[in-house]
Structures are given as C-alpha cells and as structure tokens.
C-alpha cells in the first residue's frame, strides 16, 4: 500500500508546465523531503494533492483510495494535514481559536480544552493563547499553523517550508518533532530548502525539476548527484 | 380662545419628489395664514403639524401613525407619489381619521376617510385626446412610466383613442428611474405617430425632453403630468418641450384675476419657490373646502360630520382655478380643465379649457360613499362593475 | 566599532512597539558606512519590528535614528526610503497584481537625484526576472518573489539596504547567488548592509560583524572571529 | 474578548447543560455578571415601557422591533461569515408579498395569520436557499456577492412595480405594482368570542419583544456553538477552513439562509404591521439601510447590532422629525463620524472607550 | 441601403449604451475597482460635475470650458473628501459604505438646500443628423468618442506611466510601497482625485441631457456598480468588454422587449456573468496570471 500516490500527473498553467507526467509515491509511515529550484513546482504539487488545483491528467491516490475528484475538505477528513507556505491562519482569532477550530471536530469538547492547550506547550505558544494570531510574529505564524495541523491528527502531513525563518536551534527542534509525529504512526512530506533540516529528517529524498522528478533516493544519493548539486544545491566556495 | 385645529402636513421637502412637492407645502402655510388671518376656522386658529417625509413610503406610514396617534390631528394633507398615499391609507382606515390627498393621480380611491382633491384621468384625458386627434391626427403613440401611474393612465388614453376612432400606434412603457431613451425615440420615429402622449414621471424620465429635441423628433406630445406637476417648459432650456399639450387644472401661467391673484400672494409670502403648480392650488383649494366644511358642521372635526356637509354636494369653493365642488359618491373633486400649449419660446398659451369636468368614472364603476365604504383603489380593469 | 562620524547608520535608545505593548526596548547600535551588519535572534524577539521601525513603517516612540547624521525621526516611509535605504521585508511582499517589470520600475523611485537606474546589474544578478518580465508577480513562486523583492530594492542604488531574512524559502544555490551579489553589490558600490537571517552560513560568509537580540533588546554582538565559529554562533543564538 | 468559554465556572452540583454555556463565549461580546445582569434589566425595562410613554411611542417602537430581524441576520451573514449580502430587503420583500398574498387568499381566522407568517418565512428560506446555492457553490465571494444579491433585489423591485395590471394578482390578492399590496390583516390570535387584532399596540410590542429576544439569546448560541466557530474560521481565512475540513459552501449557505429567513421574518411583520407592503421595500435605497445599521452598530457582534439597529431607527426618525430640512444632513455626518471614529462600530467602540476610561483609572478590566 | 439604415440604428443604439456605461463607470473603476472603496456618494460627485457645469455654461462659459470645471470641480471635491474622511478608510473597504452613504446624504440634501430642488438645465448642442428615416443626435456619438477617449486615456494612465505604476503599487501594498519611496498618501489622494474627476466628466457630459436635480446621481449609480463588478479588478481590462457586453444586451433586450426587460436583463446578465466568472471579466481575461 501507499499513503501517497500519484499516476502521470500532469498540470500546466497557460502552457506553463509545472507538472508533467509525475509519478510519485509514498509509503506510509515514510518522512520524505521533496526539494528542487524554486518554481520547480514543489507548492504546486501540494495543491495538486490537496484539490487546490485540478491536474490538467492523471490521478492521485490517497491510501489507494482514488481521491483526484474530491473536493478539498473531502480529502483533508480523509486524513491529510497541511502547513502552507504562506502561514494560513486566522488573524483576526485569538491563537486558542485558532486551534479550537482546528480540533474540534476530531475531538470531544470535553477533554478539547486539555489538548489545545498541551499542543499549544508543544508549539511553545501556551503564553500567547489569548492573544490575535495576526499579530505574531512570523515564525511563530509557521509554529501555530503547524501547531493546527499537526492537532488534527492526520495520517499525511504536508509542511511546506516548516521552517523558513526559524533559528538552526528551532529547525533542529522542528526536526525532532517531525520524528516524534513519525514514530506515532504519522506519514510526512517536508518541502524544504534547508539541507540540514532535510538531512535531519528525511529517509529518503525526491528532487523536482521544472515539474518533473529529476532524481529520488537517500540523502547521500541525493547530496552526491552532480547534476542536483549544479541545478539546486552549490556550494558556498568561490568568492 | 379655543383650541386650534390641527392639521398634518406629509409632504416630500428632500428625496426625489421636493422639487415637486415643496410648493404644496408652501401652498398649505399660505392657505393656513390667510384663514388664520380672517379668524381661523369657527373661531379656530390652525396650527400645522408638518414632517419631512423625504420621499419615502416608510416615513408616510410612521408619521402618518404620529399624526393621528400622538399629535391627535383633525385631518391630514399628505402625499404625493401614490405608494406613499397606499402606505398610508391602512393607518388612516385604522384610526378612523381623514386625509387630503391633493394631488394628481391615476383615479380609482373609494374610501370614506380619504378625499382627493387632484385630477383624475377622466378630468384630463377625455378632454385631453379628442382635442389632440382632432388637431394632429389620429395616430397615438404613448411613452408612459411603468407603473400604476403610467399604466393606468395609458390605459385610458388606450380607451379613448379607439372610442374616437384613433388607432395606438405604439405604447412603451420606462420603469421609474430611467434616464436614457434612444431607443424610445427610434421606435417613435418607426411608427408614424401623429403625437406622443408623455406620461414620464419623476426627474430622471424628464430627461426624455432634451434627449428626444436633440434627435429631432420634433413631434407634438400630450400629457396629463408634465408641465403642470414639475414645471419642466421651466427646467428645460427651449425648444425642447415645443408643441407640448397639457391638461392641467391650474398652473401659475393661468391668466384669469382669481389665479393671478394666487400666484402673487404666493410669490410674496415665498419669493424663492420655483412654480406654483397644480398640486399647490390643489393643496390650498384643500385647505379652503375644509375649512367650510368644518363651519357648516357647527365647528365639528368629526370625520361623519364633515361627510354628512359632503353628502349635500354643494360643497365647492371658487379658488384659483375658478370653482369646484366636491362629489359625495367619491369624495374627488371636480375641475375646470387648462390645456395649456408650450410654444418654442417654452411659453405657455391655453387654446382651450373645459369647465367643471366632473370625476365621474369612480361613481360609473359602482363606487357610493355615501352607501358604503369598500377602502380599495379600483383600476378600469379592477372594479365592482366588472 | 564605529564611531558617530563614520557611521551610516546610527540608533539610539530606540522604543518601539505596536499598540500599548512595546517589542523594542532601548536598542541602539550602528553601522558603518560600506559595512555588512547582520542581527540574529530566536522567533519573535523583534528583528522584524527593528526593520519596520527603521523604516518607519512602525513608529519608534524614544530613542534617535540618525541616517549619515540625518535625525530619519520626523521623516515618512517613504522621505526615509528617498534617502537611499533599500527594504526587503520578511514575507517578500512584491506587488502581486503588477508585472516583474513594473515591479522593478516602482523600485526606480529610489534613485538619487543624478544617478542612473541599473537594470542590467539587476539582470545579470537574477535573470528571471528578464525572462519572465511580463509575468504577474503573484505567480511567481516564493523564491522567485524574493529574488525580485531584492532586485526592485536594487533598482537604485540604494545607500543602505536593510534585508529581512533574504533566504528564506530560496534554493540553496541561489542563497548563495544572493549572499555573493550583495557582497558585490557592497564592494563594488559601497553598498551598506543591514542583514536579518536565521541562515548561519550566509551571515559567516557575508556579515563583518553581528548583533544578537533577545526580547527585544540588543543583547550581545558577536567579533569577526566568533562569526567564523558556527558553533559560538549558536551559542550566542540559545541565549 | 478571546477567554475560551470552557473557562466558565461550572456549578459543582448540577451541571448547566452545555447549549446555555454557549450564551457566552468568544463570539459574543458581552459575559459575566455585569452584562446578564444589565440583560436583565434591560428585558425588564423594556416589558413595563409601554406603561410609561403613549400609545404612539409603543407602536412605534414595535416598528423598530420588526427591523431587528432583518439586522441581526445581516450581522449573521455578513458580520459573523464574512458575506456581504447587499439583498437582504429581496427575503424581506418576498416574505411580505408572502404575508399578503396568504392572509388576502385565506383569511385571518383560525391563526392564520401565524400560519401565513411561517409559510412566508418559509418562502424566503427556500429563495434563499436557491440564490445561496448559486452565490456559494458558484464560489462568488466579496463584492461580486454584493452585487448579485443587489442584483437580485432590484430585480425584484422592477418586476413588482410594474405589476399594476389586474392580470398580476395570486388567488385573491392583488400585487399592486409600484402602489404596493394592500387589505392584508395584522397579527390575529384566535381568540373565542372576538379574535385579537394585533394592530401596532402594546399587544404587538409585547409579542414582538419576545421574539427578539428569543432570536437574539439563540443566535447567541448559534455563534457560540461549533457551527458558529466555522462561520467565524471562515470569514477569517476560507481557503485555511477548507483546508481544515470544513465544507465552507454548506457552511456559508444555511448562515445565509438562516439570516434570510430572518430577514424575511421581518418582512413579514413590517406588512402585518402596516398592512402595506410595496416594491419600494426591495429598492436601492431600502437595501442600503440594513447594511448601514448594522455597521453602524458593529456587525461583528450581535448584542451591537441589536442596539445598533435600534438606535439608528430611532436617532434617524427624531432628526427626521426635528431636524427639517438638516436632518439627512445630520444624519450624513453622524454616519461619518461614526466610522472615523469607531471603526468598530458605535457599540463595540463605545465599549472600548469604558475600557480605556478603566485602564486609565487604574481598574481592572471587567469583561 | 436599407440594411445599412439599420444596422447604424443598431450601432446608434448600442454606442448610445456602451458610452454612457463607460463613462458612468469610469470613475467608479478607478474608485471601487482599483482602490476597493465601495464610493455609494459615486453618483454625488457625478451630480456635482453636473451642477457645475450647468452653472458655470450659465454663467456665459463655452460649454466644452463649462465640462471641463465640472470635472475638475468633481475632482478636487474628490481630494477634499479623500484628504479629510476617505484616506482613513482603505483597507476597510465595508467601513467605506456606510461613511460614504453619509457623504452621499449630506451632498444630496446640501445641495438641495443651498440650491433649491432644481436648475434649469442647458440644451443638447451640436443637433441632430438624418440617416434613411431617422434622425439621430450629433452629441450622442460624440459622447461614444468622448468614452473611447477615456478608456484609452486609462489604459495609458494606469499602465505607462510612472503615476499609474505608482499608483497601483501604493494600492496593493501600501507599506511596500511606501517602503520604496512612493509617497502613498499624495497617490492616494491624486488617484481618488483622477477617479472623482471622471465621475464629474460623466455629469458634466450627461448636462446637457437630463434633468438637473440634486438626487440625478442615483441614475447613474446601479450602472456603473454593475459595470465595474463585472468587469473586475482591472480599470481598463475589465471596464471595457463588460461595458461592451453590457450595452450589447442591454440594447437588444431594449429594442426587442422594452426598457423594462432590458434593465432587468442587465441584472440578470450580471448575475450570470458572476456566476460564471467569479472574478469578473478581467479575472478571467488575466487568468492564470493573477
Ligand atoms: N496560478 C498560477 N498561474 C501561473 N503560473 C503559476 C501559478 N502558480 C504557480 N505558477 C508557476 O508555477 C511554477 C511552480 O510554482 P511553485 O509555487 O509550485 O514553485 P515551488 O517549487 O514551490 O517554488 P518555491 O521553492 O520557490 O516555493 C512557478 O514558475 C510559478 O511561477
Ligand atoms: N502587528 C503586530 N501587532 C502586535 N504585536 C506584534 C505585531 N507584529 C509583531 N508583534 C509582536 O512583536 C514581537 C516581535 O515580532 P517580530 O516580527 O519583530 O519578531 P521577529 O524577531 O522578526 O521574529 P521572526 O524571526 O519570527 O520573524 C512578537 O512577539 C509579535 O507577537
Ligand atoms: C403623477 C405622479 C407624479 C403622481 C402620482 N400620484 C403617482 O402615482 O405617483
Ligand atoms: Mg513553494
Ligand atoms: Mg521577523
């Protein structure tokens, strides 16, 4: 079985290829880091798989189970979970019913309130509960909505950039957190242009190319193939 | 002294219609100081109790409540778009009061506690189109505002133009509040009409005017409404409403010493007002024919006295527009009728005017106030005879 | 390090804030002219309220900012900005509805009386932003925005250009592409840098010197020799 | 303003069943001892008013009360869901033709005037449903709502004003064109002997005062309760709801309904309570007014709508009465100053400005 | 011949509707299109380019002389308003239909206060021209010139030069823009002053056609409204082709039915258009590249 499957993919936008004829899949239980250039069409292939967008063909298979027709609320309650690029939050909300609204139809109202509040502490929010989520900053905008997706329990959890903008101590404890959710049985596909953070985390790696999957296999496969070295990673060297 | 007598004054001052209705308001004060003067009304002073209805139907039914509840009027002037006077007449019926409506309207208010001083369809079109088929030809074409108004009103000149053995020719019909008429004109130009009846209303159909002078239409019009309500050979600049015929039971231009006479106490008491229109006659003739009706019931407001003075049916009054005398089977009141001509110049002539034209159509249908009191407004198409 | 004549830059006791909470507290430091200053700190402790404030876009409440020993205190944004500052804020910002190319002409605003716009120094750094310069801003993908948010505030010249974590959410390689262009962009024009990042690499090999804040207040500043140390960096980081 | 409502204290020993915890919670401005307490008296004030003004003053304010409706669906709709109907008055015009058209075929025996009153809400439910189908399953959202849902209601107001002609009535009941439906009772209760008519009266003004605060205290919890928490995820951030796995569309189209509805309730009680209804109701001038008392009073909060609405009717009917000829003017610049000055509306503004006034004072924030 | 008679009348009729959409529009485009204030005083300051125009005409000024003060009347009634109540407002584009009711309120019943319930109006110049049997009016295709004008002047404005650019940077993302040394506040007032100034040239050229009463901007309000929301985000984009699709049906449904089915047909084209097109015509037109 797979948690995450798609057959000949393809997407463009005005002629613009950003996906063409992709085959990616996933085991569950995997942490996979998806990098590539920017614009390779890596947020792309998030909407793809969250409904977002409609492939222009091809299909995608949550679970095995086809999901390229639903809409997107049917298959996040499938058990998808997102952090976007651009935090998604509700400004205007207090951090608390922020998550609220994330849990509460996964969880009884009862023992709601405890939940929210340790995955508050997990996040490191607990102290900022009360106040607006629009005026936090930026990183802890990316913690909270990290915070929202990871409370919904989800079997696939998709982190685009987790951690643009944090401290190498915040990556490294981001990382730590993502192996923590693994090892409770959730799926993980990290976006990420840190390579450290890729490093810390994935087990194995997909590289996308102008929306197409130009290499896959582990990170040392990856680190020491030197046509994604030239296209993506460089080197801190000549200057 | 006595207590005064206390009348409510609902009138348009602002919104859409002020530029029409602001003068019935002015024509009210004016009756109301010149009776005050000689006396007041058996020994009454009259004090007004006016409100801004700003051209707006809800403040006609809050106000019209205020009036009757709170102010504990004897009667009510109100109204001049007929919704307004619709909004209000369950409230009057409610509290058994009486109200004046003085304006022209499209016909057919049987009610006991309403009495209509304006003109009627019957009082301006019967004399109206004959006149215009006999001098321009028989050929009809009608540009009419698109509801009941308008609807109504082309409906009878519809009725008349076939019993003189005209023919319609076209009939269009503008919702309130359009102001481009293009293709009205072409579709006139299409028909060969011999003359146009205008039943435009409100300020944005007046636009019709200029638009249809400066696509050289050129042809004679007739209308029931224009000129005499909103003054529009005054707004418009010429030739734009050349060669336009209106029947109208009074306008400031009426040249006879009872309505010069009118005009110049108006104009003194208010040098700033625009015209004085039909609906101002109309609003103090109002006033007046109250005030005899009031004495002739020994001083009594009572809304049964005042119809008992009615029902005589000799109640009349020689005012601006000469006499007229209300009918106790409608409560409406009889005319004598201007057809007043627009020359190129927008100066106003009378070829013609017909004396003591009565309201006569409610009466035919079957509508008797003085047998019972249905409170419905009939239409030619709607009524007991039907 | 530098003294008040030779500093470009200088702030002052600078309190500031956003409605009655202050995130700023007595912050002063300074910067030298042709220097590359880089400030760290963990999320939220106000680096990104330390540009806005510079830029005016939050206002101090005490303290002096003094530009080239001009007081920016009474100036607007944008008199600021005329002054030749250069702002790359955190999130990109580019304007969304408008074109790359019109993008880059709002950045011609900038340009001091007598100079001459450089669009081919733009190019030349980033040559999407050529390629594509018909292309609506808003779909560009994230790390493209930010190589044109660099690029608009690159247009003219700037005197000083402040960055607010120029890398985030850009592919490795062209995070050193951009470190490398501001280092040219520095040695060639002289080119003052203030530089917010959570990217150790690129502070080790751009920066000259380092400040570290901490709840708002300038806690430490690192020496040129501790900036080569990635580890006394993180030290300095876990405050 | 964001204390989560299981903070609320719970009686040990019998629990308050969870629905009335609901009455207070973060979407609702006002909790707490003092603002029940003020709830009450206000409740109380409001039943022994009629004894105290004249029969005018009671009527009229049963006027005011059949506007509420309308108002707080509005802060429904658009406060709390973030869709900006600018058509609420096509439900409220609907729901009126309903009333007359019912009432005119059948009479006012029996409770039928009741009977009319839900069939007519009912009505503007389903017309409701229908144009909120197209609106949110169309995924139009912003401004093109506005202007769809305007769209619709000057539809509907060209339609009526030209249905003068005798061909245009339902069964009995003539539609009147632009002079509007006329002879429908009010408000009757069957009553053995005489049935009562409620005539705008202390009768009418009591029966209405129960039902606002019956709709207001169950909006409350409506806003409170999960379905309540999605509406407001919504207006915040859709895209970020749906991505939470809320159907937005379903969600966005029963607050819509339910908020027409009340609109339409309003509808109907304005034509039982003149006996009039006319095109007029769903013109341009007529739409803009909800949207106007609603902001005015702060329509993200449904308590501030509520008293919003209620002080703009009145304030704008005195200045009407005594400001002649200024009085649109005036009314102009209180509209002005009040958005300059209280962008959050004159309640939640008002309220603010207390709090300050404490903080200076050195209080603690009572909330 | 014949066919050619009526195809111009078709033409006549649809210029007649295509201009003054556009030009009732126009403002608006700029106004609640571009800049997101839902403007209900819109038909206000169409009404004071009117007055003006009509007073000073009166006053012995040429008449193209008397447009031109209207519009600019319009327009620096237009930053005035900007300056002191609107500037507060961006950003908070619900907010701006209630303060701008106000406005509407209080310049509707100012005027009618100050001047009366009505003007005497000033007459259509230029005359009227035969084609086969019908006479048309001169100035009425001259306002279909004057419309095409002003959308191309608009496209050049918005898209060409440094203003427009500016402009629309200040309107996206005010701070950003700020923070790249436009001066956001002047921008603001110069693009609502150039919209308000359009508004007033869509009064001062409609004078000389319609009755000069204080509350004459109401018809020009739900027009223009529809115009733009159709249209979409794009000034030039979006006005345009929905001004274009609007008057075609809008002259069809009026030469065929009556000016009832063709105002209603206008409303319902809208809604169907928006049903269809969620972002309107110029969402769509730029799709994919917004
Ligand atoms: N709606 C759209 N219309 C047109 N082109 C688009 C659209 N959305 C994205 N693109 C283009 O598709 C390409 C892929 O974008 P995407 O956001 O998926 O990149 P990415 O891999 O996530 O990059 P980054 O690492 O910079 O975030 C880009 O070239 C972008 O310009
Ligand atoms: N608009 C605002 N209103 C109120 N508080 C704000 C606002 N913006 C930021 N803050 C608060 O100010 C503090 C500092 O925020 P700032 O954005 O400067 O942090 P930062 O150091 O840039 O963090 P990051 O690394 O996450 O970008 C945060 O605690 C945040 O909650
Ligand atoms: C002729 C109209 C201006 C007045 C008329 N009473 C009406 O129907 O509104
Ligand atoms: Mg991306
Ligand atoms: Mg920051």
Redesign the pocket.
Known sequence: MTILRTEAMCKN??G?Q?AEDVNFSMEPGEIRCLI?P????????FKLVLGEHQPSSGDIFFADERITALRSFERVRKGISVKF?VPGIFRELSVWQNMQIAVQHHLHRDSMAKDIEAALEFVGLAQKSRELAGTLSHGEQQWLEIGMAISTRPRLLLLD?PTAGMTPEETHKTGEMVHRLNREGMSVLA?E?DMEFVRQIAQKVTV?NFGVIFAEGTIGEIESNDEVARIYLGAFDDD | ADDPIRIGVLEDQSGDFAAVTQVKVYAIEMAAAEINENGGIAGREIELVTYDTQSDDRRYQEFMRRVLQRDQVDTVFAGFASSSREAYRPIVNQFDGLAFYNNQYEGGVCDANMIVTGAVPEQQFSTLIPWMMEEYGPNVYTLAADYNFGQISAEWVRMIVEEEGGQMVGEDFIPLGVSQFSQNIRNIQSEDADFVVTLLVGSAQASYYEQAASAGLGLPMASSVNVGQGYEHKRFSPPSLKDMYVTTNFIEEVDTPEANEFVENFYEMFPDAPYVNQEAANSYIALHLYKQMVERADGSTDKEDLRAIIAEGDVCFDGPSGTVCLDPRSQHMSHNIFLAKVDEEHAISFPQTWDNIEPYWLGEVGCDLTENDPSAQYTPSDNPSR | MTTEADSLLSVEHLTAGYGNTSVLQDVGFRVGQGEIVAVIGRNGVGKTTLMKTLMGLVKHREGTLRLNGEDLGPLDTHQRARRGIGYIPQGREVFLRMTVWENLKVGEMLKQPGEEVDYERVYEFFPILRERSN?RAG??????QQQLAIGRAMVAKPRLMLLDEPSE?I?PNIVKDIARNILKLNRELGTTVLLVEQNLEMIMTMAQRCYVMDKGQIVSELEPEQLRDRDAMRRALAV | MNTPNQSLPRPSAWRVPYWVTLLNGPQTLGRGRIFWGGFFATVLCAALFPAFVDGWTTGNTAYFLCWVFMALGLSLIWGYSGALSFGQTAFFGIAGYGYGVVTLNFGAEYGMTFGALFMAVGASCIAAAVLGYVIFYGRISGVFLGIVTLSTTLVLHAFMAQTAGSQWAIGDARLGGHNGMTGMPPLTIPWPGMDIMLYSGVGLYYLLLVMVIVCYLALRILVNSRFGNVLVAIRENPHRAEMLGYDIRRYQLIAFIIGSGLAGLSGALYTAWGQYISPSSMGLAAAALPIVWVAVGGRKDLTATLIGTLAVLAVFQNLTIFGSYYALILMGILLVIVVLFLPQGLIPGLVQLVDNYRDRAGKGRVS | MEYLHIAFSAFYQFGDAFAFLVLAAAGLAVIFGMMGIINLAHGEFIMCGAYVTVVTSAMGLPLPLAMLCGSLAAGVLGIVLERTIIHRLYHRPLDSIVATWGISLIITQGTLVVLGSSMPGISTPLGGFAVGDYTYSTYRMVLLGVALLVLAGLYVIFHHTTFGIHSRATIQAPHMAKATGVDTGRMNSLTFGLGAALAGLAGALYAPTMSIVPTMGANFLVESFVTVVVGGADVFLGTAPAAAILAVIKAALTAWYGQLIGQVGLLVTVIIVIRFLPQGLSGWLLK??T
């Open positions: 936008f005005d613009v950003v590539g920017n614009g390779a069409g890596k947020s792309t292939f690029q950039e976006v242009h996308l | 292309q779909t560009f993908s994230g790390g493209q959410g592919q | 994919g590249r």
